[in-house]
Antibody, heavy 115, light 110 residues
Framework: EVQLLESGGGLVQPGGSLRLSCTSS????????MTWVRQAPGKGLEWVSA????????SYADSVKGRFTISRDNSRNTLYLQMNSLSAEDTAVYYC????????WGQGTLVTVSS | QSVLTQPPSASGTPGQRVTISCSGS????????VNWYQQLPGAAPKILIY???QRPSGVPDRFSGSKSGTSASLAISGLRSDDEADYYC???????????FGGGTKLTVL
C-alpha cells in the first residue's frame, strides 16, 4: 500500500523558514517523480513544485520560485521542501503526491505564517 | 486566477448525469494530458482520471473523462449523494514549465 506522510509544518513568523518532509513507503520511491501541492484555507489546490526521480530536474510555480527548494533523498525514501522568506500568502496545507500525475497523496501538513 | 477555467459550481439530482468542464490553452490542455481529482470534505484529494480518460483501479466507471482541443470534461453518471465534493482538473503547462490546477468545481447533489 502506498503511503505518504508529510511532516514539518507549524507556525512560523513572516520572513521565516521551514522545511517540510514527506516520507514514503509502498512503492519504489527512487523510480518516481514527486510533487508538492498546497491548499490555502478555503481555497483550491495550487501546484507548487515537482522533482524528477533522480532529482536532477525540478520545476516551481512562479509564486514560490526563488524562495522554495524541492529536493529528495532516495536512500531515505524522503522528499523535502525547503521554504524561505515565508509570507502570509504561503499559509496552506501542503501535500506531497506521487508522480507527475499525483496518483497518491499524503494527508498534508499545515503551515501557518503569522506574527 | 488559474490558467485552467472550471465552473465554480455544479449540481444534479441522484441518478442524473453531470458534466464538469475545464478550459485551457494550447500550452497546457492542447498539448498535454489532463488529470482529474476528487476532494471530499475534510480529506486529501484523490485521483479520479489520469491521461485524459483513464480510470485508476477502484474508481467506478460512473466517472469518465474526455479531451478535445484545449478543453477537457469530467462526466459523472448515476449521481450519488456521496459524490458531493470538489473536483479539480490539472495539467502540465509548457509555457510556465509548471503544473497547473483548475480553480475547482463544487458539486452539490440535490
Amino acid at each position: 500500500e502506498v503511503q505518504l506522510l508529510e511532516s514539518g509544518g507549524g507556525l512560523v513568523q513572516p520572513g521565516g523558514s521551514l522545511r517540510l518532509s514527506c516520507t514514503s513507503s509502498g512503492f519504489t520511491f527512487r523510480s518516481s517523480p514527486m510533487t508538492w501541492v498546497r491548499q490555502a484555507p478555503g481555497k483550491g489546490l495550487e501546484w507548487v513544485s515537482a522533482i524528477s526521480d533522480r532529482g536532477d530536474t525540478t520545476s516551481y510555480a512562479d509564486s514560490v520560485k526563488g524562495r522554495f527548494t524541492i529536493s529528495r533523498d532516495n536512500s531515505r525514501n524522503t522528499l523535502y521542501l525547503q521554504m524561505n522568506s515565508l509570507s502570509a500568502e504561503d499559509t496552506a496545507v501542503y501535500y506531497c503526491a506521487k508522480d507527475w500525475k499525483c496518483d497518491y497523496w499524503g494527508q498534508g501538513t499545515l503551515v501557518t505564517v503569522s506574527s | 486566477q488559474s490558467v485552467l477555467t472550471q465552473p465554480p459550481s455544479a449540481s444534479g439530482t441522484p441518478g442524473q448525469r453531470v458534466t464538469i468542464s475545464c478550459s485551457g490553452s494550447s500550452s497546457n490542455i492542447g498539448s498535454n494530458n489532463v488529470n482529474w481529482y476528487q476532494q471530499l470534505p475534510g480529506a486529501a484529494p484523490k485521483i479520479l482520471i489520469y491521461t485524459n480518460n483513464q480510470r485508476p483501479s477502484g474508481v467506478p466507471d460512473r466517472f469518465s473523462g474526455s479531451k478535445s482541443g484545449t478543453s477537457a470534461s469530467l462526466a459523472i453518471s448515476g449521481l450519488r449523494s456521496d459524490d458531493e465534493a470538489d473536483y479539480y482538473c490539472a495539467v502540465w503547462d509548457d509555457s510556465l514549465n509548471a503544473g497547473v490546477f483548475g480553480g475547482g468545481t463544487k458539486l452539490t447533489v440535490l
